[in-house]
Nanobody, 127 residues
Framework: QVQLVESGGGSVQAGGSLRLSCAAS????????MGWFRQASGQEREGVAA????????YYAASVWGRFTISKDHAKNTLALQMNSLEPADTAMYYC????????????????????WGQGTQVTVSS
């Protein structure tokens, strides 16, 4: 099991940017897939972006394609989500997640693919 702590959330106007970070208690080769999810009030938790660490493959939800970028900082043991051109529809609690299993285009953005979760960080985008 790995402890995950998100940071970097906040309030921003539409068109602005935020960078989320996820600090893990340990980044071992055993973690195969890491992802960012979000949950808006009254909505289901949805996958936003994911990274298959072994191949550095990335996966994105259509709604964030071209605006969000997921990356891993090996030196700092953090997972980042750079969010640009933010829209009010991006308002949600954002969660970092880790999986000990490989992921691909089908599973990477599915919440049940992940076993370990952080507590979340709130992102609010105003128009």
């Amino acid at each position: 099991q790995v402890q995950l702590v998100e940071s970097g959330g906040g309030s921003v106007q539409a068109g602005g940017s935020l960078r989320l970070s996820c600090a893990a208690s340990s980044f071992t080769a055993a973690i195969k897939c890491m992802g960012w999810f979000r949950q808006a009030s009254g909505q289901e938790r949805e996958g936003v972006a994911a990274l298959y660490t072994a191949a550095s493959s990335t996966y994105y939800a259509a709604s964030v394609w071209g605006r969000f970028t997921i990356s891993k900082d090996h030196a700092k043991n953090t997972l980042a989500l750079q969010m640009n051109s933010l829209e009010p529809a991006d308002t949600a609690m954002y969660y970092c997640a880790a999986s000990w299993k490989s992921c691909g285009s089908i599973s990477a953005l599915r919440r049940w693919s992940y076993s370990d979760w952080g507590q979340g960080t709130q992102v609010t985008v105003s128009s």
